[in-house]
């Protein structure tokens, strides 16, 4: 539902969205009223960061790296309240070094991103890939930037890295990562012997399918890599945030290429949902035969210990580890950086014999 907001205001279609307001919304705030402040806080979308629930039908997006979209929906799924606000400011963790390490944007293939070399660095590198969607190159989610602090985490700890903005509405789970992954690779192995392909939720899920096409990879760490379908993810997710998504999940299960995208889940298309269907990521795992370091958080209720952990488990070469403290985006309780567990348990794999 949150999507649909974002879409439909970034094609200007604000007219369709108004009619999804509640009477009350409708009587206070106009199409016109609402294209106005789009036009002046957000202008043209170019980033999209991971939706953020906060309770009694409330959720948050960044857009832009620098707007804070907030959103309310009532039980029929109307829009009950619409804000947009200048976002809260990412601060760099207390782990972060900058003075160890230097950043420069570079184009990852055709993409725009960020290459983080240590000053002393250890010969490793890692292409970090952020969650499902069109997330900016730092995984921006509110004040929150989690692949911002992988980077700056690891860099302290001479591991290179580089990240990059993905493109907007792709097609398929394909189109979305795998060429700027393997060109980050190619882009990494200027600068370091080895090169691993780290990557959260969805990153992770693709990740296998990344190290097939760029056989210099020597290695994955997949962070709260999902295996369960999607679809029967976003029906229990949504159970928990007060959210019914049973019927359109259905509809998104049972897709063919000539279901409207607008009857889908989270606004991606028929192809994506065709592909996602088809693609088995263990068994792509299996046959891309890398050591691989698979962490999981036991407070996540996205990807879960119980669901989607133990189909990792059947993948010989990985070693699976779980944080039970953290969270899906692996912030401790009421935290706001990457725990740096995490940051350190990273480090030391892909710096280590057992991770490539």
Do not use: C
């Amino acid at each position: 539902m949150l999507r649909t907001v974002v879409d439909l205001a970034a094609a200007d279609r604000f007219e369709e969205l108004a009619d999804r307001f509640t009477p009350e919304l409708r009587a206070a705030a106009s199409a016109d009223l609402v294209r106005l402040a789009w036009a002046k806080e957000v202008g043209e979308l170019r980033s999209v960061g991971e939706p953020v629930g906060l309770g009694s039908g409330t959720f948050s997006v960044r857009l832009n790296g620098n707007v804070d979209l907030f959103a309310s929906f009532d039980e029929q799924g109307q829009v009950s309240g619409l804000r947009l606000a200048a976002a809260a400011q990412w601060t760099p963790p207390p782990y972060a070094r900058p003075r160890l390490f230097t950043e420069t944007e570079v184009l990852v293939g055709q993409r725009p991103g960020t290459l983080a070399l240590p000053r002393k660095g250890n010969g490793v590198g890692v292409v970090l890939l952020s969650g499902g969607g069109p997330f900016d190159r730092d995984g921006t989610a509110g004040a929150m930037k989690p692949l911002k602090d992988l980077a700056w985490g690891l860099a302290a700890r001479g591991v290179a890295s580089v990240r990059f903005d993905k493109p907007v509405n792709a097609p398929t789970l394909t189109e979305e990562y795998v060429p700027h992954a393997v060109a980050g690779v190619e882009l990494l192995r200027e600068h370091v012997d080895r090169v691993f392909v780290v990557g959260h939720s969805a990153g992770g899920k693709v990740a296998p399918k990344v190290a097939l096409a760029a056989p210099a990879v020597s290695g994955l760490v997949l962070m709260a890599a999902d295996t369960q379908p999607m679809t029967d993810t976003a029906v229990r997710v949504g159970r928990r945030l007060g959210q019914d998504l049973t019927e359109v999940a259905a509809r998104t299960a049972a897709v063919t290429a000539d279901t409207p995208d607008g009857e889908l889940l989270f606004g991606f298309p028929a192809t994506y949902w065709l592909e996602l269907k088809a693609y088995d990521q263990v068994a792509v795992a299996i046959e891309a035969d890398r050591p691989m370091l698979v962490l999981q958080g036991g407070r996540d209720y996205q990807v879960t210990v119980e669901d989607d952990l133990p189909a990792w488990r059947r993948v010989p070469r990985a070693e699976t580890r779980i944080l039970p403290e953290l969270d899906h985006m692996f912030f401790p309780d009421n935290g706001s950086h990457v725990d740096e567990q995490v940051i350190e348990d990273i480090a030391a794999w892909v710096s280590s014999p057992v991770g490539g």
